[in-house]
């Protein structure tokens, strides 16, 4: 799903390629497996270094999808070093987000494990990442995720994960732009609104996770979004409920972004009850007292 983006961002980078042998001319970075020691295209010398990566995309109870991704690092013994390639991929890996069309993932660094294949005199590591990916949410309608997140793409620097594509296949946070993913957590009957006759009260509790270059501006981030919140106060959609937001917003600065999410939403909603109408009576027969017939009485004028 996210190969090729993860590919071609490693093959791009210079710093990575100094230490890289060539295949087909272009650095030696390979998915699954690498191709046999006397295929041609290799470029001249050994066949090392290389890298040899792995997706595996499952499902994960926290965030619906996520997974891991395994990156090994091969090199000729004596001839180049997997310490000294080793923090570079990590830097180029880890805090990255890769997408494909709408599937965008997360890449966390895990474990670094260093090995050793003495009959082929190779020398490597392999360094696991977690993905964690950013499932598409929908509430129905009024659909509280897709309403928020329209109002958050409004807001400058701020780049709504699932509602637009970020800036490039693999891109990280930087500066003073920002990602942000929202999802739903909770839907409730809205306790501080009594229900009608007409009118059903529900309250939506949603998540906002935001991923900037450090967490100050994160903090700061979190902090403009629940002020905007409370000014705007309901978010509007001609023709739909409008979502009041401006109750009990939250945000919790020690959360982690990836798992939690720092900022917590309340958002509240009306939905109409709609009753189908009788039907309309269309003849009447009456008996009279005298008459055991009936008499019909109609609505024709």
Known sequence: MIETA???????????????????????????????????????????????FAVDIKGDPERTMGGTLAVDIQCKENLQFPEVIEPIVRELIHGWFFSNGTFTVEAQWKTSSYFTEPTDKVTGCTIIFDLLAFPIMSTGSPDVIARINAWTNEI???????????????????????AVYWRLVTDAPAVWIPDTYQTIW??????????????????????????????????????????????????????????????????????IVYTEPDQNLTSIEVRGEESSEWLPITNEP
């Open 6 to 52: 993860l590919y071609q961002h490693l093959i791009a980078q210079a710093d990575l390629a100094q230490y890289l042998t060539t295949y087909n001319a272009v650095p030696a970075v390979f998915n699954q497996e690498a191709p046999a020691d006397n295929d041609p295209l290799w470029g001249d010398g050994p066949q090392y270094g290389r890298i040899v």
């Open 156 to 178: 400058e620097g701020l780049h709504v994960i699932n509602y637009v594509e970020l800036p490039s296949t693999a891109w990280k946070p930087a500066g003073t732009d920002s």
């Open 202 to 271: 529900r309250t939506s509790t949603i998540k906002c996770h935001i991923f900037s270059e450090n967490h100050t501006i994160a903090d700061s981030v979190a902090r403009n979004i629940i002020a905007q919140l409370y000014t705007d106060k309901r978010l509007m959609k001609e023709g739909e409920s409008p979502i009041m937001v401006n109750q009990r917003n939250r945000v919790d600065y020690g959360a982690d972004p990836l798992r939690t999410g720092q900022v917590t939403v309340e958002a509240t909603y009306g939905i």
